[in-house]
Structures are given as C-alpha cells and as structure tokens.
C-alpha cells in the first residue's frame, strides 16, 4: 500500500523532535498503520484522578492542558503509539459533553477511545471502502502547560453505535503524545463490546486493530495494563 504524504511528514516531524531513539522504526509504523491511538478514562476530578492512577501504576501522568470544550487531561504513554488520556471537567464546567456527564462519575473509568492511522484522506478512504459512511473532519486542539498548541482532525462514522471509536489525524507540526508522555507503563489488552458487536468486530477487521470485539448485552470496556506498580485492570462500570 502507497504511504501518503503526509504521513510521512508526521512521522518525521516525529523524529525530528526526538532525535533518532530505538524503536524509531516500530513506532513510525505503529503511527503510520491504523491503530488504538488513545483511550480516554473520564473522571469528575483531574487532580484526584491522577492521583489515584499515579498510586495504581507507579507512574505519574502528566498534565496535558485544556480544551476549547470545557474539559482538561493528563497522559500516561502505553507504547506503540498509543497512550492513556484521563479527561475531566475543568473546575466550574458540570456540561456534559461528548463524553457524558463526567461530572457525576464516582471513579474514574473508561468512556472512549481514538484510532488513527496516519494521513487523514488515507484513513477515510480504507473505511469507506469497508462499507462505512463517515462525518465530515472537525479540527481540533489542546493547548499544552508550555503554551504550545496541538492540533488534529477528528471524524467519526455517520450511524454511530455504542463502544465505536472516533478517528483521529494529527497535525504534522504536533508531537504525538505517546512520545511526550510518562512511559513505564504497557497496554497488554484491550476489549470492546456491546449490543452491536457485530458492527464492532467489523469496523476490528477493516483496519486490521490490535484489540478484542467480545458479545455484550450492554457496553463495555475492559483495558489491561503492565504498569511498574504490577499489572491494572479497567473497566466500564455496570
């Protein structure tokens, strides 16, 4: 398969900022082909959630900074391209948003998840030839403690169905975060699923993810990590 433009403009904007470190070659194909690009915990209360993580993991989650919408986060690195965002409101922001009400969860679980796969045109084209018809791309950014600006493109799929994930271009300019992020900690496995697991597991085949499609009545998520504090389990709260 042709590798777009602007996928390798990101995978070198990628290096350029890091310096040529090992794994360079595994990383720069995990961004490149369609994968988990990061799952995202909501939780009412960032700084509580960061503890609570820091104490489960052995490993501090940076702060990332605010989006536009209300909300704010912190990351931890899970390897290959993917990491862990914790999604909260910002203090006085009880909105809900496209996540729900995070406001009224009691801990912190997970709510969503990003695919990416490098250039955004190549992306669309391979789910729209599985049959799938998409949104239209939002721009997107997040504005970093330093005062840097990230920026992507998101769309999702037009007839969106309970655990389906949202899809995600970044910016050739942005670092990705699973390279600036904490690292320590590993994604050993990740399941979805839900009533409609038979539209999951097709969406699981299109893009060839790294991740298991399991029969639900009702949604659900289930992430396993290898953290240095040992191994954490998260899941969707019934």
Request: net charge negative.
């Amino acid at each position: 398969m042709a590798i777009a433009v602007g996928e390798v403009l990101a995978v070198l904007a990628l290096l350029h900022a890091y310096g040529p470190q090992p794994g360079d070659r595994a990383m720069a194909d995990s961004l490149i082909s369609p994968h988990v690009d990061h799952i995202l915990i909501g939780a009412a209360d960032l700084d509580q959630a960061r503890a609570w993580l820091a104490r489960a993991t052995g490993v501090e989650p940076v702060y990332g900074g605010k989006h536009p919408g209300g909300t704010h986060n912190a990351l931890l690195a899970l390897g290959r391209g993917t990491y862990l965002e914790l999604i909260a409101p910002q203090p006085g922001n009880d909105a809900p948003g496209p996540f729900g009400n995070l406001s009224e969860l009691t801990m912190p679980e997970p709510v969503g998840f990003a695919v990416s796969g490098g250039d955004l045109d190549t992306l669309r084209r391979r789910l729209e030839a599985a049959g799938f018809e998409l949104t239209a791309p939002e721009p997107g950014s997040r504005t970093t403690p330093a005062g840097s600006t990230l920026r992507w493109q998101t769309f999702g799929l037009a007839r969106d169905f309970a655990q389906a994930p949202f899809f995600i271009a970044w910016s050739p300019d942005s670092p990705h975060p699973s390279a600036t992020s904490p690292a320590g900690c590993t994604l050993r496995h990740f399941a979805i699923g839900g009533p409609d697991h038979a539209e999951l597991e097709r969406l699981r085949a299109a893009l060839a993810l790294d991740l298991a499609v399991l029969k639900a009545k009702t949604a659900v998520f289930t992430i396993e990590l290898a953290c240095p504090a040992g191994p954490v389990t998260l899941r969707t709260r019934e």
